[in-house]
């Protein structure tokens, strides 16, 4: 869901926070930047206290969780012993990053009514995992998505491509997190230097490789639980003060937030940003649909079902999710506006060109731009957003680490021969990997815009996983060459639609901006790699002359309806 933050401002207008520390090393800095930097300086000890507690705090949970986690079981689903409302909030936080947090605030703020339409599909997404893939997914699996697909098909090649397509989706997700959080750390502390920006992608990489090792999945959802509660937290005392500050008239608010913003009613209406071309509107179609069909796709989503000892549980942790994922998203209408409102799209724009430093910036309006409380607010949403990230890499490494160890490792490499100490051992090695990749790529990419990153992500869990998910649960033909064909294909087809978008080159928003190589017109392939890759998946199975396992669908279908015979 950070992916949120570039894929949904990845399209023209809202690139990464990058742009904030271009404008700091230029020199340039406005007014509300300066008072920005001017706050941070002053109470630098704070923020960095607060820092420095959050992660204290988190390492002594990974340690504790780390010293119960005794098998794979224990590593790869925190034994299964959260109840419903624990998975939810570790779902939420798992799901709200500080993307959400920082770029849908920066979109509503800049866009108006358009920019809120990326919190209703964010939450309109959690209806899909609910009534399609929750249930099912608990009962037929045991640890990742390679469970599934490999009940009735041939294991080691399924198995390959769904750990493939998990590790794919999970590092460049793991790059856009990655690069956030080295520009966000270093604009509040004040780092302008390339080695400084490195050491700090590296530190949250090492941290990272901490609470995944040490802690396993009990670990991390610890994390993702406090997390959940601080972002909440946070979030709504920001939406009530600036609700106390216009009386709680929502009418005022928003009548506020149109006259300042320039546009006037065009502001609380649709169109302000998707409806000058037939491109755009296009565009937003295909955005949306590679949100709510992603989602339902998402490695480190998907695992978090296998934590809870029932399908029962699964469902109703869902439920908590989409009741606090929805409360959240609600309040970004307050913030969003908010900040439209008080410290207006033009100051905004001014301190970054993509409106990511929107929710900070209110917090340190409504606290008072040359007072403690506005800095305190300002630390506090900050090292809030870094939480969010923290807890959102752990989640992303465990997932890619966990496919590895136990549909790569275990099942195609060990030929299901490996024990479960190998395998637990082989994940936590495969985590420290996957981490050193990460940094490495954030370090590289800390400068560039990410939004080509995230949403390769969104589109491969949407082109690739969910079509293969959906097949092997409810379509007794489908086949082993019909999975690979639907994996690789959005594989295959996502990749070559987003490196050959505006995303990469063409624009001065682009990856390369220097660079003119595109000719794909839209900055989501959604709309063509999503179809595609069920027409595979379909195509694929029907072509072949291999003869599904009817027997094994019909044990699936019992295993995933009625939970007979789930772990």
């Given amino acids: 869901m950070s992916g949120a933050l570039h894929l949904a ?36 000890p704070l923020i960095i206290t607060l820092f420095a507690a959050f992660v204290v705090a988190t390492l002594f949970i990974t340690v504790w969780a780390g010293r119960q986690t005794k098998s794979a079981a224990d590593f790869y689903a925190g034994g299964r012993q959260f109840t419903g409302f ?18 849908i605030a920066g979109a509503i703020a800049l866009f108006g009514y358009d920019g809120f339409l990326y919190s209703i599909g964010f939450l309109v997404a ?13 009962n037929s699996g045991r640890f990742t998505m390679g469970d599934v697909l490999a009940y009735r098909m041939r294991q080691r090649p399924v198995r390959t491509a769904a750990g493939t397509s998990t590790i794919v989706v999970s590092i460049f997700y793991l790059l856009a997190q990655m690069a956030g959080a080295g520009v966000l ?84 209406e649709p169109g302000l940003k998707y409806g000058a071309t037939g491109t755009s509107k296009l565009d937003f179609i295909s955005l949306g649909i590679a949100l709510v069909l992603g989602t339902a796709g998402l490695p480190h989503i998907l695992i978090r079902f296998y934590t809870v000892p029932t399908a029962k549980a699964a469902r109703k942790s869902v439920n908590w999710a989409i009741g606090i994922i929805g409360a959240f ?29 929107a929710a900070p910036l209110l917090a340190l309006h409504i606290g008072g731009t040359d007072s403690a409380g506005g800095a305190i607010l300002l630390a506090v949403i900050s090292a809030v957003a870094f939480a969010t990230i923290l807890a959102v890499v752990a989640g992303l490494t465990l997932a890619s680490s966990s496919s590895f160890a136990h549909d790569i490792y275990a099942n195609v490499i060990r030929r299901g021969q490996a024990t479960e100490k190998e395998e637990v051992r082989a994940a936590r090695w495969a985590t420290v990997a996957i981490g050193v990749v990460s940094i490495a790529l954030g370090a590289l990419a800390r400068d560039l815009n990410v ?92 072509l072949t002359k291999e003869e599904p396992d009817r027997g094994k669908y019909a044990e699936l279908e019992v295993k995933s309806l009625t939970g007979t015979g789930a772990h």
């Fill in 126 to 138: 959690w209806l899909v995992a609910l009534l399609l893939v929750a249930e099912p997914l608990r």
């Fill in 86 to 103: 624990q998975n939810g909030l570790a779902i939420s936080g798992d799901y709200m990053s500080a993307a959400s947090f920082l770029g």
């Fill in 451 to 542: 939004a080509g990153l995230v949403a390769l992500a969104f589109a491969v869990a949407a082109s690739a996983n969910l079509p293969t998910i959906l097949y092997s649960l409810f379509w007794k033909r489908f086949t082993t060459q019909g999975a690979l064909w639907s994996i690789y294909g959005g594989l295959l087809s996502s990749v070559v639609l987003v490196l050959f978008s505006p995303v990469v080159s063409g624009k001065p928003t682009s990856m390369f901006k220097d660079a003119d190589f595109y000719w794909f017109p839209l900055e989501n392939p959604g709309i063509v790699s999503i179809p595609l890759g069920f027409l595979l998946g379909w195509l694929g199975s029907v």
């Fill in 185 to 268: 750390v270093s604009l509040l502390l004040g780092i302008t230097s390339d080695g400084g920006k490195v050491l700090i992608v590296g530190l949250v990489g090492l941290l990272m490789i901490l609470y995944v090792t040490i802690g396993g999945m009990k670990g991390t959802t610890w994390v993702q639980m406090v997390k959940a509660v601080l972002l909440i937290a946070g979030t709504l005392l920001i939406t009530f003060l600036v609700l106390l500050k216009f009386n709680f008239n929502i009418s005022d608010l928003l009548g506020t937030a149109a006259e300042k913003s320039g546009k006037g009613s065009a502001f609380l």
């Fill in 329 to 357: 998203y609600l309040m970004t209408i307050a913030l969003g506006f908010g900040a439209a409102a008080i410290v207006g799209p033009a100051d905004i724009t001014a301190s970054n060109k993509a409106g990511n430093t």
């Fill in 9 to 44: 401002a990845g399209q023209q207008a809202v690139p990464d926070l990058s742009a904030t520390a271009a404008d700091l090393s230029a020199g340039s800095l406005p007014a509300v930047t300066l008072a920005a930097q001017s706050a941070t300086t002053e109470h630098r």
